[in-house]
């Protein structure tokens, strides 16, 4: 991928087009509401729709991949579309695989997200570090080489997760806040904002962690269908919300299938953001 680095990029987006990422999670009961057939028309349909609402306003759009994937081969090429119809329209793709394997294979992960050429490389993705983050090198590595960037999780907005991440080791310091910091480390000096970001969940109350030294984005998702709302954001966060991406995927596309409703739910919820940040 050519020109700036996934930091930059990130950047640009959100001081044009506001801080939300929206979801694309084509949900079989969403397909319901929508009317549409719970197959691979439908989720065709239904994903395609959400890019021509969405690609041209939002500035991150977050494919879940394994509402994909349920369709095979066929849901597959849908998102193939999805990632090159929404970054054509404007948008940068951060897809959701929540990928975390030992190295080896994480190579393979990483080639099929992050390298130039790839049919499902896009902007950005979730990793899980939850096999040691160090593992997560690959990926990193190629992201790098090429531009991209990546969301690891740290602290999730769902409830099990806490048993996990808020567990200590022997220096006293939470999980979640390692990978925090391990994040940083690899941000160290890259401007405007490094392309290793985390994700911590805008359900999660005060984290406790200590973002202060990340200098990379961080994905907040859990607003509207998980409860948390635009509010909750500088509890969660503080200082670091500048770089905070906020994200809802179920509270938008409950407005479909009109593609201006979508539309409007979507810059509704931005604009309701920038208003809690300002
Ligand atoms: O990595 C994610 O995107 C993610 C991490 C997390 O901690 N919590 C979380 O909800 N997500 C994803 O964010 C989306 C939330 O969807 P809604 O609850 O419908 O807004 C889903 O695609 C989740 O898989």
């Known amino acids: 991928m050519s020109g700036q680095h996934f930091g930059a990029r990130l950047t640009g987006a959100t001081a044009a087009r506001g801080p939300l990422c929206a979801g694309i999670d084509p949900h079989p009961g969403l397909l319901d509401a929508w009317g549409l057939p719970r197959d691979a028309a439908g989720l065709e349909r239904f994903a395609l729709t959400c890019v021509e609402a969405l690609a041209g306003v939002v500035a991150v759009l977050k494919p ?16 193939e579309r999805v990632i090159a119809e929404s970054r054509a329209a404007g948008a940068l793709v951060l897809l959701d695989v929540k990928r975390g394997d030992i190295g080896s294979t994480m190579a393979a992960y990483a080639q099929a997200y992050l390298a130039d050429g790839s049919p499902l490389a896009a ?3 979730t990793l899980s570090p939850f096999l040691g983050f160090g593992s997560l090198d690959p990926a990193l590595d190629l992201a790098a080489r090429t531009g991209r960037g990546v ?20 220096g006293g310091r939470t999980v979640a806040q390692a990978v925090v910091d391990a994040a940083a480390a690899r941000n160290a000096g890259a401007a405007p904002l490094g392309s290793v970001g985390l994700v911590v969940g805008a359900t999660v109350g005060n984290s406790g962690l200590d973002l202060s030294a990340l200098n990379g984005p961080v994905l907040a998702p859990g607003l509207g269908a998980q409860g948390a709302g635009p509010a909750d954001l500088r509890a969660v966060f503080g200082a670091a919300l500048p770089h905070v991406l906020p994200a809802s995927s179920r509270d938008i596309l409950r407005h479909g299938p009109d593609v201006p409703a979508l539309r409007d739910a979507a810059l509704r919820v931005r604009d309701s953001l920038v208003a809690a940040a300002g």
């Open 64 to 79: 879940q991949s394994a509402f994909f994937e349920a369709y095979g081969s066929r849901g597959v090429a849908v998102l």
């Open 123 to 125: 902007d950005a993705v």
């Open 151 to 170: 969301f690891v999780l740290a602290r999730t907005s769902n409830s099990e997760g806490a048993s996990v991440q808020r567990a200590v080791d022997g």
